[in-house]
């Protein structure tokens, strides 16, 4: 989904760009993850491939079914590596008393491990355009350059 907005901060290839809620939030498949109120002003840090000034109304590219990439990668990695860690750790604890206490220690250990994973690779996830908003062209407004007058 595209939306346009002003551009009110530039800082090294990410612009912080002031968004007001407009009816196309009310048919978004996304809508019920982020609760849009018509009318509400937002700012949102996204990444400039174009090199944009403040001032500048622009097109912004919203992920849609990048959140459910992101709500999966943030939340079901770790929550299966907190079911594999418990059951890894009753397997190994052998059942009973002692099983239910490697259970409940594997699976710190793997939630653990899960998080420290996940931020290991945010690099290699972190530039996808899929999982953040992006600027796609200048509108108008603001004195739109050159550099400004076209896609990425």
Request: net charge neutral.
């Amino acid at each position: 989904m595209e939306e346009t907005g002003i551009v009110v901060g530039v800082e090294g290839g990410t612009a912080t760009v002031r968004m007001t809620t407009s009816a196309a939030c009310d048919s978004c498949s996304q809508a019920s993850l982020c609760h849009p109120a018509q009318g509400v002003e937002r700012t949102l840090s996204v990444r400039d491939p174009i090199g944009v000034r403040e001032g500048q109304e622009v097109a912004v590219r919203l992920p849609g079914r990048g959140v459910w990439a992101a709500m999966g990668l943030v939340y079901g990695w770790p929550l299966a590596m907190l079911i594999v860690g418990a059951w890894a750790g009753y397997r190994l604890g052998g059942g009973g008393d002692r099983g239910e206490i490697a259970s409940a220690l594997g699976a710190l250990l793997f939630l653990g491990a899960g998080f420290l994973a996940l931020k290991a690779l945010r690099p290699l996830y972190e530039h996808l355009t899929l999982l953040n908003p992006v600027i796609v062209r200048v509108v108008g407004g603001g004195g739109a350059g050159a550099e400004g007058a076209h896609g990425p």
